[in-house]
């Protein structure tokens, strides 16, 4: 089974610049996560999604991130303008969809993309 | 806000003891907790889960316990050995799987 797919890798770009990350998660998980994890600390939920809803992006700073997950498999975060403390790992996770009874929400992660902004 | 803390930031081991790692969650609406452990430039990978009607689960050398009463979850790890090194995260998560919160993360360190 593939798993989670991340590119770029590696992102340096100036302050006021934008940039975009994508994610392809493992065929037929239903449920995607985006992650911000800054040198040091654990993972932060930026947003979740179910199939192409949001299910959760109370952490999301909507004034300058956006992600979209249009046809429910692939997603794309954006970020627009970056400023210095974007600094981190972007991780992107998924899971299947839980059955009935089923808690079992166990997320795959993908490698990351290392985002520096200088 | 709530978040999932840990009590120590890092543990050092011997290599082929047993490894014990600590999380405090604070709250109680919380239905399912998971270990990741994080090698370096990797992401998280999932190591065991536990849901809050359970007090333990047991795992490959790992087991996780869960104390409601006093919000607190731990890793044990049997054997420690050299791959083990990592650092380790709890998370939690609200019913129906949302909400996700990981904890900062133990650095486990294991010497030879």
């Known amino acids: 089974e593939a798993g989670v797919a991340q590119s770029p890798r590696y992102k340096i770009i100036e302050k006021r610049q934008s940039v975009a990350f994508w994610c392809n998660p493992i065929?037929?998980?239903?449920?995607l996560y985006w992650y911000q994890q800054i040198l040091g600390q654990g993972p932060k939920l930026l947003i979740q999604?179910?199939?192409?809803?949001?299910?959760?992006d109370s952490q999301l700073p909507k004034d300058r991130f956006s992600a979209e997950r249009l046809k429910g498999v692939d997603s794309t975060l954006k970020i627009q303008p970056a400023k210095l403390e974007d600094s981190a790992m972007y991780l992107c996770?998924?899971?299947?969809?839980?059955?009935?009874?089923?808690?079992?929400?166990?997320?795959?992660f993908g490698p990351g993309t290392r985002l520096t902004v200088t | 806000g709530e978040s999932v803390g840990l009590h120590l930031p890092t543990l050092s081991v011997q290599e082929g003891d047993n490894s014990i790692i600590n999380c405090a969650y604070s709250?109680?609406?919380?239905?399912?907790f998971i270990w990741y452990k994080q090698e370096s430039g990797k992401g998280p990978q999932f190591i065991i889960d536990?849901?809050?009607?359970?007090d333990k689960r047991q795992g490959q050398r790992v087991t996780v316990l869960l104390n409601k009463t006093v919000k607190h979850l731990s890793l044990q790890i049997a054997a420690t050995q050299p791959g083990d090194s990592a650092v380790y995260f709890c998370?939690?998560?609200?019913?129906?799987?949302?909400?996700?919160?990981f904890g900062p993360g133990t650095r486990l360190s294991v010497l030879p």
């Open positions: 709250n109680s609406a919380s239905d399912y």
């Open positions: 065929s037929g998980h239903a449920t």
């Open positions: 536990i849901r809050s009607n359970m």
């Open positions: 999604f179910q199939n192409n809803g949001v299910v959760d």
């Open positions: 996770a998924s899971s299947p969809a839980p059955r009935q009874g089923n808690f079992n929400y166990e997320q795959y």
């Open positions: 998370a939690e998560t609200r019913p129906r799987g949302q909400n996700f919160v």
